[in-house]
């Protein structure tokens, strides 16, 4: 069972003002992405080569579950900002298992031709004050990336700050084996993406 960075996730009020706050930081347009209805969210997504950049807020348009929304939406307040990494196995039961309690239930969900099972904690909130990646596993071979227009961004550098970033190291046992990630210890919880862009390097936090 192996952990592999799938994509990222901010995090808006609306769509509209992520998408507008993430293409003027990345100097890209976002591609359109779709409803989940399951969780009454949607999103939009951008192309970042071997994986992809969520957008993601509550769709007014839904009815409100009976549940917490992934990404800890429900308490969401503020800016967009970068609030998630979520990594992909091929065995979503074998690495909740090794996951710290809380990381979720796996939960089977589609969008459109898009089949996942994705583990969805009870609370919306991830361990590790969403520091700990949200779990995701695909059905068959389709991934959004690969359906997405390449806009010459990648992900260069993810560093995630935590006051407890040695327990958070030990949860996850050495997994992603990804050079681009750094788990750093600090005062607060945050995440930060660097890009290279067409436009030189870029950072969203």
Known sequence: MTL????????ARTLDEGAAW???ALGAPL???GQHPHMGTHNRLLNLGDLYLEVIAIDP??????????????HFDGPPRLTNWICRTDDLDAALT?????TGTA?????GDYRWRFAIPATGQLPFDDC???LIQWQGDRHPAQALPDQGIRLQRLEITHPHAPALQTALAGQPADPRLHLQLGPYHSLRATFSTPHGPRVLT
């Open 22 to 24: 993430v293409e003027m």
């Open 132 to 134: 700990f990646p949200a």
């Open 61 to 74: 348009a839904a009815p409100n579950p009976a549940y917490a929304r992934w990404f800890n939406l429900d």
């Open 31 to 33: 591609a359109p992405g």
């Open 4 to 11: 592999v960075i799938d994509h990222i996730a901010v995090a």
């Open 107 to 111: 939960t089977p969900l589609s969008r």
């Open 98 to 102: 090794a996951a710290p309690p809380g």
